[in-house]
């Protein structure tokens, strides 16, 4: 009976509102938990000591607002101190701008066209592995926290998680703001994820677990009071770079926790991002509509159980779907399989050494820009970057080429097709070639999206039909 008690979801939101009474508070004041310190040669001790895993996906978050990234104001403190002390990514591709496709990449290490899930109504299929299923043979207790429902349970995204749930909405404070271009939001805040996370912990901090926690505020603009009174603005990006703050301070909450009850030091901390988000760079807002660098490119911090006295900084390019073949390495859990990732830790150890030679690898990305519209025919956008190349095929509305060079135009402004036709030549094969491949399992599942869950994508402002 006690078991059965203490494995209820119900339990994590009574033990976290008791918490919150006593202690958020006080923890979203801004506090940088700190750790043990440790040199690189301690990254083969994780191997062998069963470090937790807090997998922290901040939705729709572009690389170049964070502090961490150089982004002049003072968006991101908490994450910057993590990759100060820890290792950054300074090139990361997201596989797509669009959650699903993305978060599909990201879990099984597959390029889209491998995971199959591109449209609205494809789902992951059960005989996919995905990471918790490795974590929870290995003994962890296993849990996903998440806001965004196309990351739901009726996609297959809940594979081998012990607790998989979207915590209940508490009342929007009437102090908070949202200020995202569209107008419908989803209900509460990020905070109720904090707040689940907190009431897990406080029943499972203590046993290995694996966490993954989905913000989501950061997609919907949202942001409270504090981060206002940083007096970043009032334009729509402005309000954008108020609420990474908020969820800056959310993750900080997480943190203390850990380090409070002094399992900082037995947890591997991972802050990634499905896509990026646009701001007119490329005469749209939003997402999910291009695969330009500002909606592609994406942040990737690894804060390791203990201090670096420097950090680390991974130059070379590297994706998504290296993601997890990297995290299961680190910890000493088997591989994902038919992965087109790789582990990233010969990378972490060459730049560790001074290296600046590593080789970056080739990313893809895919959009089908027809994934709502299941009466129209496929309409994809596909990109490849190469070195400081990117390549990018649109179908739909007109067909397009593009070609940019980000060592001379960082931000994708000039299209060099015609001057370059020896670059198109060398990448649009690899185009080619990755659009011939097939899932591994066959196909994606098919899925009939109730209303329950329709009513939750439309409050995200996805028009589905």
Request: avoid cysteine; aromatic fraction near 10%.
């Amino acid at each position: 009976m006690l078991r059965r008690l203490l494995d209820s979801p119900r339990t994590y939101f009574v033990l976290a509102g008791l918490l919150l009474v006593a202690a958020v508070a006080s923890q979203f004041r801004l506090q940088i938990p700190s750790r043990p310190e440790g040199t690189l040669e301690d990254l083969a001790s994780l191997r062998t000591s069963k470090p937790n895993v807090l997998f922290i996906l901040i939705d729709t978050l572009r690389a170049d607002r964070l502090s961490a990234y150089g982004y002049e104001r003072p968006t991101s403190p908490v994450m910057a101190d993590l990759a100060r002390h820890g290792i950054r990514f300074a090139r990361v591709e997201a596989q797509s701008s669009w959650t699903k496709t993305s978060m599909a990449s990201l879990w099984t290490g597959l390029f889209p066209v491998r995971t199959g899930v591109l449209r609205s109504n494809h789902g992951i299929p059960d005989r996919a592995v995905l990471p918790a299923e490795l974590f929870k043979q290995a003994g962890y207790v296993t849990a996903g926290l998440w806001r965004n429902g196309w990351v739901g349970v009726d996609f297959g995204f809940h594979q081998g998680f012990d607790t998989y749930l979207r915590p209940p909405p508490d009342l929007t404070p009437e102090s908070f703001q949202k200020r995202g271009p569209g107008t419908a939001q989803i209900g509460g805040t990020d905070e109720n994820i904090t707040s689940a996370a907190l009431g897990f912990l406080e029943t499972h901090g203590r046993e290995p677990f694996f966490l993954y926690l989905h913000y989501m505020d950061v997609h919907q603009y949202s942001y409270d009071e504090e981060a206002a009174r940083l007096g970043f603005g009032t334009s729509i990006s402005d309000a954008y770079d108020a609420s990474i703050h908020w969820v800056d301070r959310n993750v900080a909450a997480v943190l203390t926790w850990l380090e409070r009850n002094d399992v900082f030091e037995k947890t591997l901390v991972v802050i990634a991002s499905d896509h990026g988000e646009g701001f007119s760079e490329h005469g749209t807002e939003g997402h999910a509509r291009s695969l330009y660098q500002e909606v592609t490119r994406v942040p990737l911090i690894l804060a390791l159980p203990f201090r670096l006295e420097k950090g680390v900084v991974v130059e070379p390019l590297v994706r998504n779907v290296d993601v997890w073949p990297t995290v299961l390495d680190l910890v000493g859990l088997p591989p994902l399989p038919h992965s087109d990732g790789r582990s990233l830790v010969p990378l972490i150890e060459a730049a560790a050494r001074g290296e600046k030679d590593g080789a970056g690898d080739v990313a893809y990305a895919y959009l089908d820009r027809n994934w709502a519209k299941s009466e129209q025919p496929s309409g994809p956008i596909v990109s490849v970057v190469s070195e400081n190349r990117r390549l990018v095929r649109t179908t739909v509305p007109q067909p397009k080429l593009e070609l940019f060079d980000h060592a001379t135009d960082p931000t994708e402004q000039r299209n060099l097709v015609t001057e370059r036709p020896e670059w198109v030549a060398e990448l649009e094969p690899k185009l080619e070639a990755q659009l011939e491949q097939k899932p591994p399992w066959g196909k994606a599942n098919e899925v009939q999206l109730d209303e329950l869950s329709q009513e939750l994508l439309r409050a995200l402002g996805y028009v589905v039909k």
